[in-house]
Every structure is written in C-alpha cells, then in structure tokens.
T-cell receptor, first 118, second 117 residues
Framework: GAGVSQSPSNKVTEKGKDVELRCDPI?????LYWYRQSLGQGLEFLIY????????KSGLPSDRFSAERTGGSVSTLTIQRTQQEDSAVYLC????????????????FGPGTRLTVL | AQTVTQSQPEMSVQEAETVTLSCTYD???????LFWYKQPPSRQMILVIR??????QNATENRFSVNFQKAAKSFSLKISDSQLGDAAMYFC??????????????FGQGTTLQVKP
C-alpha cells in the first residue's frame, strides 16, 4: 500500500515569502505529526493532529507557523514570511489513533520536504 | 521535560564487524518507549527497533539489538555483521506513555554511521 507522501520534495524560496508544505498520510491513519530536522540537529516536534480533536501546537516555534488538516486526511504546514533559520527538512508522520495504554502504534514517516530559504 | 542525547556525531565500522551506537536520555517518568530510527540519504525514517521501558529483556531484531539500562538511562544500539546498507544516520528517540501525552517522539541529535568495505 501507499506510504506517507509529501510535496514538494524540495522547495527553494526567498526570505519573506510564504510557503505551503503538504502531507498525505496513510489511509486510515487518524494521527498525524509534523517534525522539523534542522542541519546537524535531531528532529523536533512541531504539531500533532488526532481525528477531530484540537491539535497539539506546542512545538510550533513562532506564530509564523501554522498547520491544518482538512477532512481528517491531508495536512498542510504553512510558514509565513520565511526566514533563513526556517531552512530545514520538514517531515510528516502518521499512525493509527494514539492510545496511551493500547498496543504500540508505529509512526510511519514520509520522505520529507527540504526547504531552503535564500 | 525529557531529553535524548547522542554523544557520537559520527561512527565508522568495517563491513562484517560489530558497532555500538550510544544514547542516553533524561526523564522522570517510569513508563515510556525508546526507539532507534535509521535515516538513509533518501531521508525516509525507518524504525529499526523499539523497547518498552517496563520490559527488562533487551529487544532484538535480526542483526540489531539494544542494551537497555533503565537505572542508568542508557539505550545503546548494537549492529552485528555490519553491511554496506547499514550506512545511514541513526536517531535515538523517546516517547512517553503518560496520560495527556500525544505520542510525539523526542529525538537525539543523530549519529552518522559509515560502513567501510
């Protein structure tokens, strides 16, 4: 079956422009995560969606970052007025619904979008 | 807050040899998962192995095994009979099982593994 897909694969933009990054999760996965991987650093959590529940936005680094998930499927991460420090690989992951005491549900990752802000 | 530390930015191993990647973590929780992920140049993160904190037995997946020391908060990955395809960046990650947690992963900085033929 199809895995998690992300588009575009690479994005080059100029400082100050807005960008949109797209994630298509695995069909049937209700949990969706966005992570950011900056050069030389590990991945940092950005935002989490679970079904129709309010998203956990605790990892978003500034109010220039926002994300939405339409119809419980596709998600879009938007970065407004991009800065050079936003350059990174943005990874999306999906899993079956997260339940604390349930059997472990693996997060499946997409190939990421490499964002370069000039 | 939980943290994960990988103190080896780069490691190198000869093909067919064994290598161990180190990871330490800090948490006040008692119930959690630990993971090792592999990230090849394609950027696709692949789960290598996971460990439930309540299990004393170390997890094993074919050539990959872990040494989980809960009291020391240490979680190392051993790769036996290294193959060229093992060359990648490896990330150690933590996930809480506490109520209210979203299942988000907390990652270390990564270790780049080079496999020499």
């Amino acid at each position: 079956g199809a895995g998690v897909s992300q588009s575009p694969s690479n994005k080059v933009t100029e400082k100050g422009k807005d960008v949109e990054l797209r994630c298509d999760p695995i069909s049937g996965h209700t949990a969706l995560y966005w992570y950011r991987q900056s050069l030389g650093q590990g991945l940092e959590f950005l935002i989490y969606f679970q079904g129709n529940s309010a998203p956990d936005k605790s990892g978003l680094p500034s109010d220039r970052f926002s994300a939405e998930r339409t119809g419980g499927s596709v998600s879009t991460l938007t970065i407004q007025r991009t800065q050079q420090e936003d350059s990174a690989v943005y990874l999306c992951a999906s899993s079956l619904a997260y339940q604390r005491l349930a059997s472990y549900n693996e997060q499946f990752f997409g190939p990421g979008t490499r964002l370069t802000v000039l | 807050a939980q943290t994960v530390t990988q103190s080896q930015p780069e490691m190198s191993v000869q093909e067919a040899e064994t290598v161990t990647l180190s990871c330490t973590y800090d948490t006040s929780e008692s119930d959690y998962y630990l993971f090792w992920y592999k990230q090849p140049p394609s950027r696709q993160m692949i789960l290598v192995i996971r460990q439930e904190a309540y299990k004393q037995q170390n997890a094993t997946e074919n050539r990959f095994s872990v040494n989980f020391q809960k009291a020391a908060k240490s979680f190392s990955l051993k790769i036996s009979d290294s193959q060229l395809g093992d060359a990648a960046m490896y990330f150690c990650a933590y996930r809480s099982r506490l109520s209210g947690n979203t299942g988000k992963l907390i990652f270390g900085q990564g270790t780049t593994l080079q496999v020499k033929p």
